[in-house]
């Protein structure tokens, strides 16, 4: 099985996706405290990581139109 086939997560779970960088796990550590009891933070977060593994991978198209939209507003903003 090649890297780009690997459909392990860090959760343990095949979603499709590739297995976590080493980048994203260190993200997903550092990520805002949403609540003060840690349980219930960490519960958060898993449903976050819950509804995004779940979600189709973008395609193309849809990277080329958020990268417009990002970029044309940085060009506004520069003008």
């Known amino acids: 099985m090649t ?3 690997n459909t392990v997560v860090a959760a ?3 979603c499709g996706r590739p297995a976590l ?3 994203e796990q260190a993200r997903r550590a550092n990520r805002p ?3 003060p009891d840690p349980k219930r933070n960490a519960a ?3 449903r976050i990581d819950a ?3 779940t979600a189709p ?3 193309d198209e849809q990277r080329a139109i958020i990268r417009t ?3 044309g507003a940085r060009a506004q903003e520069a003008a």
Do not use: K, N
């Open 12 to 14: 343990g779970g095949a």
């Open 57 to 59: 991978p973008l395609t």
């Open 51 to 53: 509804i995004v593994d």
């Open 33 to 35: 405290v949403r609540d």
């Open 69 to 71: 939209a990002f970029h």
């Open 44 to 46: 958060y977060w898993a």
């Open 3 to 5: 890297t780009s086939t």
């Open 21 to 23: 960088s080493e980048a």
